[in-house]
């Protein structure tokens, strides 16, 4: 049995599947990791945690498979991608922690080259606009905190998302390269020339040194250490974990769309070999390269999504496990009027506004934990409408349907609900776990598992459609309502 390994490190948890050639998951592990919040709106990871969580869960997979290394054709990565880790040529040992995706840490800055009248340039250049979010702010930053700039010009200090930070360490430092769906979330990379721009790196002050090399999505990346795994392994596949997933879930015509349901939700459409600029507040970005040739894709990024439920775990105490909140809020049948905004850090596409703040809304005697449950829910699927509705006014077309995957995905209830807000249907594969698969699919057409992506293409298979049931008036009045609860969370936080 040949396998392909997928590592796909979360936001919140490390975990490696053993992907067989019918694109069947063979064994899986999981482990997650510790948030680390230092400041109101600051999220950061321990590098070390990452690296040791995905080790140990790649091993654990390959001996629940009863495999050896023998047993695999290639390695492939999809990662968290915003997220940023500096560390030293020499030594490998990171100099900070890394700063997270949904960090707002960067805020006064984003807002310092907005007032410079940079905003514009970083637009055209990247197909990004000038947010926390991004990893260019977060590599600054570090670098002025600890007074990094020299050695960093002169390489001694590497920067890169995480997906480089772990091919690093799985080659034994041979090797510093990313792929161009990762680079071109950094605010650093001129996603129509494929290369770093050096007029924006001037402007963060970010050496060019410092950066990996940017290579196509699927190809060579190396071989691990031999020690890793007991023989070296090719490291053939590398993606952003949205990317990953619209590879995954077969979305390769123009057109088509997908949404994971994560810590965050993340929507892409296939724009084809043109990066469509947006209008209403959504990003151009690489979605994937193959043979050097780009696939680009409107993306809206949303920034909590499974994460609220996190919350009402951990925060709210109302379920023990995040898995209990399906049947909590299944105990109404509605959200009673109640809206949830999660705008913990800020609000995503398409309104960026890092100064959002959560609130929860329409509260009355009789709101049970039931309606804050369903209204916790639902807000994920609202996020989404946001940003469809940007999409298909970016695209100046309706959507067909929508595919969609990640954890909150199995939820029936949510799915339903989201079909009935879009007024499309809803499409879920069999195989939910396409960010994995589709750093699998990267990883094994590079060396031959699959011919084409012809061949990913059948292996897509639906496990459930939902159908839309409510009406036009009954859609738009919910709607309305999310739209007065969002105006009221906008700008809450100072600057």
């Given at each position: 049995?040949?396998?392909?390994?997928?590592?796909?490190?979360?936001?919140?948890?490390?975990?490696?599947?053993?992907?067989?050639?019918?694109?069947?998951?063979?064994?899986?592990?999981?482990?997650?990791?510790?948030?680390?919040?230092?400041?109101?709106?600051?999220?950061?990871?321990?590098?070390?945690?990452?690296?040791?969580?995905?080790?140990?869960?790649?091993?654990?997979?390959?001996?629940?498979?009863?495999?050896?290394?023998?047993?695999?054709?290639?390695?492939?990565?999809?990662?968290?991608?915003?997220?940023?880790?500096?560390?030293?040529?020499?030594?490998?040992?990171?100099?900070?922690?890394?700063?997270?995706?949904?960090?707002?840490?960067?805020?006064?800055?984003?807002?310092?080259?907005?007032?410079?009248?940079?905003?514009?340039?970083?637009?055209?250049?990247?197909?990004?606009?000038?947010?926390?979010?991004?990893?260019?702010?977060?590599?600054?930053?570090?670098?002025?905190?600890?007074?990094?700039?020299?050695?960093?010009?002169?390489?001694?200090?590497?920067?890169?998302?995480?997906?480089?930070?772990?091919?690093?360490?799985?080659?034994?430092?041979?090797?510093?390269?990313?792929?161009?769906?990762?680079?071109?979330?950094?605010?650093?990379?001129?996603?129509?020339?494929?290369?770093?721009?050096?007029?924006?790196?001037?402007?963060?002050?970010?050496?060019?040194?410092?950066?990996?090399?940017?290579?196509?999505?699927?190809?060579?990346?190396?071989?691990?250490?031999?020690?890793?795994?007991?023989?070296?392994?090719?490291?053939?596949?590398?993606?952003?974990?949205?990317?990953?997933?619209?590879?995954?879930?077969?979305?390769?015509?123009?057109?088509?769309?997908?949404?994971?349901?994560?810590?965050?939700?993340?929507?892409?459409?296939?724009?084809?070999?043109?990066?469509?600029?947006?209008?209403?507040?959504?990003?151009?970005?690489?979605?994937?390269?193959?043979?050097?040739?780009?696939?680009?894709?409107?993306?809206?990024?949303?920034?909590?999504?499974?994460?609220?439920?996190?919350?009402?775990?951990?925060?709210?105490?109302?379920?023990?496990?995040?898995?209990?909140?399906?049947?909590l809020a299944a105990s109404e049948e509605d959200s009673g009027g109640v809206y949830l905004v999660p705008a913990f850090?800020?609000?995503?596409?398409?309104?960026?506004?890092?100064?959002?703040?959560?609130?929860?809304?329409?509260?009355?005697?009789?709101?049970?934990?039931?309606?804050?449950?369903?209204?916790?829910?639902?807000?994920?699927?609202?996020?989404?409408?946001?940003?469809?509705?940007?999409?298909?006014?970016?695209?100046?077309?309706?959507?067909?349907?929508?595919?969609?995957?990640g954890g909150a995905a199995v939820n029936d209830d949510l799915m339903q609900f989201q079909a009935d807000l879009l007024?499309?249907?809803?499409?879920?594969?069999?195989?939910?776990?396409?960010?994995?698969?589709?750093?699998?699919?990267?990883?094994?057409?590079?060396?031959?598992?699959?011919?084409?992506?012809?061949?990913?293409?059948?292996?897509?298979?639906?496990?459930?459609?939902?159908?839309?049931?409510?009406?036009?008036?009954?859609?738009?009045?919910?709607?309305?309502?999310?739209?007065?609860?969002?105006?009221?969370?906008?700008?809450?936080?100072?600057?």
């Amino acid at each position: 049995m040949v396998y392909v390994l997928a590592l796909d490190q979360g936001t919140t948890s490390s975990r490696s599947i053993l992907f067989e050639r019918q694109g069947t998951a063979a064994a899986s592990a999981q482990e997650e990791f510790p948030q680390i919040y230092p400041s109101p709106g600051h999220v950061e990871h321990d590098p070390e945690a990452i690296w040791n969580t995905q080790l140990e869960t790649a091993r654990a997979a390959i001996r629940k498979a009863v495999a050896d290394a023998s047993d695999l054709a290639a390695i492939g990565i999809a990662n968290q991608r915003e997220t940023v880790v500096l560390w030293e040529r020499d030594s490998g040992k990171p100099v900070d922690n890394a700063i997270v995706w949904q960090s707002r840490i960067t805020a006064p800055l984003c807002e310092e080259l907005k007032q410079q009248g940079h905003e514009d340039l970083f637009r055209a250049r990247t197909g990004l606009v000038l947010d926390p979010y991004f990893s260019g702010t977060k590599i600054a930053h570090l670098l002025e905190k600890h007074d990094l700039h020299g050695r960093a010009a002169r390489g001694e200090i590497l920067a890169g998302t995480i997906d480089s930070f772990l091919l690093w360490r799985l080659t034994g430092g041979r090797v510093h390269a990313t792929d161009a769906s990762n680079a071109s979330r950094t605010l650093l990379f001129d996603i129509h020339r494929l290369d770093w721009d050096d007029e924006l790196l001037g402007i963060l002050g970010v050496p060019r040194a410092m950066l990996p090399e940017v290579r196509d999505s699927s190809g060579d990346f190396g071989h691990t250490e031999p020690g890793l795994f007991g023989r070296p392994i090719k490291v053939a596949g590398i993606a952003g974990d949205q990317q990953a997933a619209t590879f995954g879930q077969g979305c390769f015509e123009r057109g088509m769309v997908k949404n994971t349901y994560g810590t965050g939700c993340f929507i892409l459409m296939n724009t084809g070999s043109r990066a469509v600029a947006s209008e209403n507040g959504l990003l151009s970005t690489v979605g994937w390269v193959l043979d050097g040739q780009p696939t680009y894709c409107l993306e809206g990024s949303v920034f909590v999504g499974g994460a609220a439920v996190q919350w009402l775990r951990d925060g709210l105490g109302l379920i023990e496990r995040s898995e209990q909140v399906e049947e909590l809020a299944a105990s109404e049948e509605d959200s009673g009027g109640v809206y949830l905004v999660p705008a913990f850090v800020g609000l995503g596409a398409p309104y960026w506004d890092p100064y959002a703040r959560g609130l929860l809304i329409g509260l009355e005697r009789s709101t049970t934990a039931g309606h804050v449950a369903r209204a916790t829910v639902e807000s994920m699927a609202y996020q989404s409408l946001d940003v469809v509705r940007a999409m298909e006014a970016d695209a100046g077309a309706g959507m067909s349907g929508l595919r969609v995957d990640g954890g909150a995905a199995v939820n029936d209830d949510l799915m339903q609900f989201q079909a009935d807000l879009l007024g499309t249907r809803v499409q879920r594969p069999v195989v939910a776990e396409t960010t994995a698969l589709g750093a699998a699919y990267l990883a094994g057409l590079a060396t031959g598992v699959w011919a084409d992506q012809d061949d990913v293409t059948r292996n897509w298979a639906l496990d459930r459609e939902f159908e839309p049931r409510s009406s036009t008036t009954e859609r738009e009045h919910l709607a309305a309502g999310w739209q007065r609860a969002v105006e009221r969370s906008r700008g809450w936080a100072e600057p």
